[in-house]
Nanobody, 120 residues
């Protein structure tokens, strides 16, 4: 059993900052990559930022404003969000590509999501 638990969402004014955190726990053998996605009302879920063993990627809309960081020893990933705008309002989801103990293949796992609202 694997759990991804997000924290750090909330209400922030335009131009403000927030830090999201995600911790993966359970029967994890190895994590290949971790990422953050978001889904705004009426829109499809989109990748915001991802980090693998040797690469980091960002959506064009957040480049220069958001930073993803990962602690491999603790199986955690964070998303530092600066210069937040109303269009960043969404539910943010943590995602991990990992291998469970006793299995030979990798699978994608999701957290339950955390709401980020940018409004004055």
């Amino acid at each position: 059993q694997v759990q991804l638990v997000e924290s750090g969402g909330g209400l922030v004014q335009p131009g403000g900052s927030l830090r999201l955190s995600c911790a993966a726990s359970g029967s994890i053998r190895s994590i290949r990559a971790m990422a953050w996605y978001r889904q705004a009302p009426g829109k499809q879920r989109e990748m915001v930022a991802s980090t693998g063993s040797d690469s980091t990627d960002y959506a064009d809309s957040v480049k220069g404003r958001f930073t993803i960081s990962r602690d491999n020893a603790k199986n955690t990933v964070s998303l530092h969000m600066n210069s937040l705008q109303p269009e960043d309002t969404a539910v943010y989801y943590c995602n991990a590509l990992l291998k469970r103990t006793g299995l030979t293949y990798y699978g994608y796992y999701w957290g339950q999501g955390t709401q980020v609202t940018v409004s004055s």
